[in-house]
Every structure is written in C-alpha cells, then in structure tokens.
C-alpha cells in the first residue's frame, strides 16, 4: 500500500490515494446529506433498471448539485461552461477559482475546477479537485468517472476498474461505466495470464 501510494503521489502529487479515496465512508457532512431530497434520488437510481429512466434520474440529481444557492456563483458557473464551450480553459478557470474561493462548500464548483484540469491534462490538479468534489459529496459518480479515466489515463487500470465499480455501486445502469469495468476486467484478466 506504501509503494502504490508513493509511487501516486510522485506522479500526482494528491493528499489522497484513489484508493484512499475509493475506500472513503461517508463523512458526517455526508449522512446529513442523506438525509436530504438527493437520498431519494440516489436510492431511485440505484434501484432503476431502465437506462433511459436512470438517465432522468441522474439528470434530476446533477440539477440538484448544480443548485448553488447563490446567484453570483450560478453566473460564473454559467460563464465557466461557456468558457468550457469555447474551450477557453484558462478563463473557466478564472471563473471557477472565484467560486471555489466564495463557496468552498459547493462540491459541483470543485467538480467543474476538476474537468476543466482534465481537459487541460493536468492530472494532478485534477485529481486534488476531485479529492475535495468527493469529500463534500461522497456519492458524485461525475467525480469518480473522472477519477477513472485519470487513471486509465496515466496506465493505472487497476485503481481505474475499482473506480468504474464504485460508480456503478451508485449508478448501476451507467453504460460507459459497465463497458469501462468490463473492458478493464478482461484486460486486467488477460495480464495475469
């Protein structure tokens, strides 16, 4: 466990091994949140074997973690998609800075923060962004799929597949998750041959 850890933080330099963070229970911020209208939709998705109804429900939860509660930070997330869009990563970044800074308590800022270092390839700062997304909201499969391909990314297919799993314990009817684990699966198969 030390090696994979030193050898994770060498190249990613986070706070947390993803298996650190795979392993993580719920904090107690997290039970209160169960406690919330999202715990019904997260026990709704669970159970949904209907890929297109799993869809609307996971539609409905993202609309809730993109509730933020303040409109100044719901314009800037608005700028930062746009930014996105345009592919002007290091203006999001502006944006999304400024929102992580004003509310450090919104999971879906540090979520977006992460995406736009992934799409900057910027691992490392992607990963941290993650490790806050998920300590806010353990259950953020967007969070944990971006984990995945991180470590996919840089040739950590096994971190990778417990990662894929972990989204489907949440959202079991995920296509892109199932078809990762079972990609991953026979791979990591062949490799002990």
């Known amino acids: 466990m030390r090696s994979v850890f030193a050898i994770f933080a060498m190249v990613l330099t986070a706070s947390l091994s993803p298996e650190a963070l795979l392993?993580?229970?719920p904090s107690s911020a997290a039970v209160a949140k169960a406690e919330s209208p999202l715990q019904v939709l997260f026990s709704d998705l669970k159970r949904e074997r209907n890929e297109k109804a799993a869809e609307?429900?996971?539609s409905r939860i993202w609309?809730?973690?993109n509730k933020s509660g303040s409109s100044s930070v719901d314009l800037m997330m608005l700028w930062s998609q746009q930014a996105i869009e345009a592919k002007k990563y290091d203006v999001a970044l502006d944006f999304l800075d400024?929102?992580?800074t004003l509310d450090p308590s919104y999971a879906e800022g540090w979520n977006r923060r992460a995406t736009v270092h992934f799409l900057m390839q910027n691992y490392r700062k992607s990963m941290s962004d993650i490790e806050h997304t998920l300590e806010l909201e353990p259950r953020h499969f967007g969070a944990l799929s971006g984990m995945a391909q991180i470590m996919t990314a840089t040739g950590r297919d096994e971190l990778a597949l417990k990662a894929w799993q972990r989204v489907l314990d949440?959202?079991?009817m995920l296509r892109n998750a199932q078809n990762e684990v079972s990609?991953?699966?026979e791979e990591l198969a062949g490799e002990g041959i």
């Open 56 to 58: 609307r429900i996971a």
């Open 183 to 185: 990609r991953l699966s």
């Open 23 to 25: 392993a993580e229970t």
């Open 170 to 172: 949440i959202y079991p």
């Open 63 to 65: 609309d809730e973690w």
């Open 98 to 100: 400024q929102i992580v």
